[in-house]
T-cell receptor, first 114, second 112 residues
């Protein structure tokens, strides 16, 4: 059974700092890995989708990498801002099974302070 | 802009009531999902559907049922609401295969 772990569970950084969020998974048989952002009391917003054949994806200040063989992904946030404060979730999409059921990590709660 | 729309942001219901949570997507996705999210427990899959009128149980289906009569609409039904069903409910949709999920904005349900 696929297990997805995110470390750290919570992180507080001063504004302007670059930071890395980690995601690890146990089964490398995946279509893709998706990073989401969730603000308190809101739904999930998709940030980046990395296909299993890709090594990284970039969107603005965000860069996500994927090392499928080692079961790891990282989300790099450059020049962090208070508006980046949220919970970040990673999820893997398995190759096998119906309906592409994602397995989610438990999330990293990020706080960017002034 | 493509989207998944959940009909209510906040809902307060009484114990024993029948509750309907509605989700509509406009992306022609074949798959739709209902999750609940609770502090410390993460996202847990309740039910999903991979086609019209098709449904499968997720990890925590007890106390819930679903309906998918049209491709764009997936309803979650609490037959007799209980206080332990107070939670954030999230709907999502996707194509099958090498695609991502799109989530709705969530419904915060409180059962009193």
């Amino acid at each position: 059974k696929q297990e997805v772990t995110q470390i750290p569970a919570a992180l507080s950084v001063p504004e302007g700092e670059n930071l890395v969020l980690n995601c690890s998974f146990t089964d490398s048989a995946i279509y893709n890995l998706q990073w989401f952002r969730q603000d308190p009391g809101k739904g999930l917003t998709s940030l980046l989708l990395i296909q299993s054949s890709q090594r990284e994806q970039t969107s603005g200040r965000l860069n996500a990498s994927l090392d499928k063989s080692s079961g790891r992904s990282t989300l790099y946030i450059a020049a962090s801002q208070p508006g980046d404060s949220a919970t970040y979730l990673c999820a893997v999409n398995p190759l096998i099974g119906t309906a592409s059921k994602l397995t989610f990590g438990t999330g990293t709660r990020l706080q960017v302070t002034l | 802009d493509v989207k998944v729309t959940q009909s209510s942001r906040y809902l307060v219901k009484r114990t024993g009531e029948k509750v309907f949570l509605e989700c509509v997507q406009d992306m022609d996705h074949e798959n739709m999902f209902w999750y609940r999210q609770d502090p410390g427990l993460g996202l847990r899959l309740i039910y999903f559907s991979y086609d019209v009128k098709m449904k499968e149980k997720g990890d925590i289906p007890e106390g819930y049922s679903v309906s998918r009569e049209k491709k764009e609409r997936f309803s979650l039904i609490l037959e007799s609401a209980s206080t332990n069903q107070t939670s954030m409910y999230l709907c999502a949709s996707s194509f099958t295969g090498n695609y991502g999920y799109t989530f709705g904005s969530g419904t915060r349900l409180t059962v009193v």
